[in-house]
């Protein structure tokens, strides 16, 4: 049982002459283990800085609040030692490395989630079966991570990634985007698989309620101008698939 | 011999000569030799050089493949080139015996073959020659491995006849103390194929000069470089790939990674594309990884195309810092951050090394790229 708790969350982007810009503007959220929530909002809205500044990317300031993991200070982690503590974040545009193959960056993560390496042939038979799981042609294995996949497939990767990491909390940043229905359905097919184990919790970023239809959400927020101004039950998705977001992104026009 | 007659037809081509006295004393601010420190040449290049240096050629060669040791009036060597700077003449002029590998026509190699040269003593300097025949339709693998303490000069003739096909990998893994400046020709014939590795890791400055000339239609040239320059060492390529005769192919790729104070990495890469060599194909890459503060890179790539009927030809050259969202996608995986910059240089240098075609050498390469990393300084 894992509990992510985001407190008053601010982050900042930018610094030097212009000054460093307020993106975040107070969260509150907490994620618990067989939990999934998903957060919805327009463009701009802040989404993708939420999981970039849990993740730990060097360029989020985190200017207040407080994010913790089972009462662990997160923001006081390293970016390893976060994956480590069972943190995840599936990213929308995942970075091609040149040169460093999928199954020895498999291999690599593997090892130091879990704190020890894996038995060479067991490992490769997980991988196998994790890659069929996606419909990954097993070929991937050999190739430099992410160099030359198309939008599909890096997004199927992500998910490889997630399976085999078994985290607690798995952030998906926009992992829908991108994808025609097929791979779409994979996907969530993948994402299922992660929360129905019981003890992962999942924190769906997303700008359409399409996923929504093959990963149900049990909670849905609506983050709009920097923070969350609505949450429901998944009804809100429908409302938000057929209002869209022009009341949120007026309101937070008006503040 | 003597100075070649003839206008140069390009800035990349000047001349060439068997001779020291035809070449001017260098004082730095020739083309050629501005990136190089020639106080650091031990007397190379002015005539000023010590004598009694040492260094032992072992050959272990293919038994397909015969090799010699042969004075200098051995028409075979120094048949196909010509040295083009000062210091590739004062080898020429210095070696006393030249090594003569021969590939017979047809022969397949079975095996490398390996020429092992070892430093004895840097305190003086000592020159060297060598010549590779690859006779028409012959195919060999030739590895120069170069170790110990030297200070080195020499020219190496790779003579590529029709549809042969020939690969050459150097090693430069000298004592910190070594100086090396090597010339590397290729001569290539009709439909012959070339690729060069050269992996420059160890000494204290090294300066290899690889270049390729086509003498007929259909020539393959793969030029690929790996260097790795630490605190203090000086790591120079200068590759000239002269495409004078239609339709033959050039590929160029050198990669390096540099850390620590001083460490300086020089790459120059000419091509010449001549009026006549209609139907030429070439890229050729430079790519540089600074891992820390205090280093400096120079790539001048050099592209010089007097025809306008070309398949393709172009150029790129990159130096830059780890990327930080490679780092933090690897990390944000549980990968610590130094394993992290491992892997990603060891990628980036990694494509290359597995280029070579020696299993035995490319596992020994990568394993000297892992202790290189092994040692590496803080960012």
């Not at chain 1, 390893?80 to 460093?100: I, K, N, S």
């Not at chain 2, 005539?47 to 032992?56: L, P, S």
């Not at chain 2, 305190?123 to 020659?129: L, V």
């Not at chain 2, 890469?269 to 209609?278: M, N, P, Q, S, Y």
């Amino acid at each position: 049982m894992a509990t992510l708790e985001i407190r008053d969350l601010h982050v900042s982007v930018g610094q030097g002459a212009d000054g460093a810009k307020e993106i975040l503007r107070g969260v509150d959220l907490t994620v618990r283990s067989g939990e999934t929530h998903a957060i919805m909002g327009p463009n701009g809205s802040g989404k993708s800085t939420l999981a970039y500044a849990i993740a730990g990317h060097p360029k989020y300031e985190v200017t207040a609040g407080s994010v913790t993991l089972d009462g662990e200070d997160v923001l006081a982690m390293s970016v390893d030692e976060r994956a480590r503590a069972g943190l995840f974040l599936a990213m929308q545009y995942p970075v091609e490395v040149p040169g460093v193959s999928v199954s020895n960056f498999l291999r690599s993560a593997v090892t130091a989630v879990r704190g020890e390496a894996p038995k060479l042939r067991e490992f490769s038979k997980e991988m196998r079966q994790a890659m069929q799981n996606l419909s990954i042609d097993p070929a991937f294995a050999q190739r430099s991570l992410n160099e030359g996949f198309s939008g599909g497939e890096k997004k199927r990767h992500e998910i490889l990634q997630l399976e085999m990491l078994q985290p607690k909390i798995a952030v998906l940043d926009e992992t829908d985007s991108g994808l025609d229905v097929d791979a779409l359905k994979v996907v969530s097919e993948g994402i299922n698989r992660f929360g129905s184990s019981g003890d992962a919790g999942v924190l769906l970023i997303t700008h359409y309620t399409r996923i929504l239809r093959y990963v149900k959400p049990d909670f849905v927020h609506v983050f709009a101008d920097g923070r969350i101004v609505e949450a429901g039950g998944p009804e809100l998705a429908e409302v938000l698939e057929n209002e869209g977001y022009e009341k949120y992104t007026k309101a937070g026009a008006s503040l | 011999m003597g100075l070649q007659t003839g206008t140069p037809v390009s800035s990349l081509h000047a001349r060439s000569s068997y001779k020291v006295g035809d070449f001017e004393v260098p004082t730095g601010r020739e083309e050629e030799w501005r990136f190089t420190p020639l106080r650091r040449l031990r007397g190379l290049h002015n005539g000023t050089a010590a004598e009694g240096g040492k260094v032992v050629v072992e050959v272990d060669a293919a038994p397909e493949v015969t090799v010699e040791t042969v004075g200098r009036d051995d028409e075979r060597v120094g048949s196909a080139y010509v040295p083009a700077d000062r210091v590739s003449a004062q080898a020429w002029e210095s070696f006393d015996r030249a090594t003569v590998v021969t590939v017979p026509k047809e022969a397949v190699a079975s095996a490398p073959t390996v020429l092992r040269l070892r430093g004895e003593d840097a305190s003086g300097a000592a020159y060297g020659h060598t010549t590779v025949v690859v006779e028409p339709f012959a195919v060999a693998t030739v590895v120069l491995s170069h170790r110990g303490s030297a200070t080195y000069a020499d020219n190496v003739e790779f003579i590529v006849g029709d549809g042969a096909s020939l690969s050459v990998i150097s090693l430069q893994e000298w004592d910190d103390d070594s100086v090396h400046v090597s010339h590397q020709h290729a001569r290539l014939g009709r439909d012959a194929r070339f690729t060069g590795h050269n992996v420059s890791l160890g000494g204290d400055l090294v300066r290899i000069s690889p270049s390729v000339v086509y003498t007929g239609p259909g020539g393959d040239a793969e030029l690929y470089g790996v260097y790795f320059a630490d605190g203090g060492q000086h790591l120079e390529h200068r590759l000239l790939v002269d495409h004078a005769v239609p339709h033959c192919r050039s590929r160029v790729d050198y990669r390096g990674a540099l850390q620590d104070q001083d460490a300086h990495a020089v790459w120059i890469g000419d091509v010449l594309i001549r009026a006549e060599a209609e139907g030429t194909d070439t890229y050729e890459l430079n790519r540089n990884l600074v891992l820390t503060d205090g280093t400096r890179v120079d790539s001048v790539p050099n592209l010089e195309i007097l025809t306008g009927e070309v398949v393709g030809a172009g150029h790129a050259s990159t130096s830059g810092r780890l990327d930080d969202e490679h780092l933090f996608y690897l990390q944000s995986r549980g990968v610590p951050r130094d394993e992290a910059r491992r892997m990603v240089v060891r990628g980036f240098l990694g494509q290359l090394i597995d280029k070579i075609e020696v299993a035995e050498v490319r596992d020994k390469v990568a394993e000297a790229i892992e202790a290189e990393l092994e040692q590496e300084a803080h960012e």
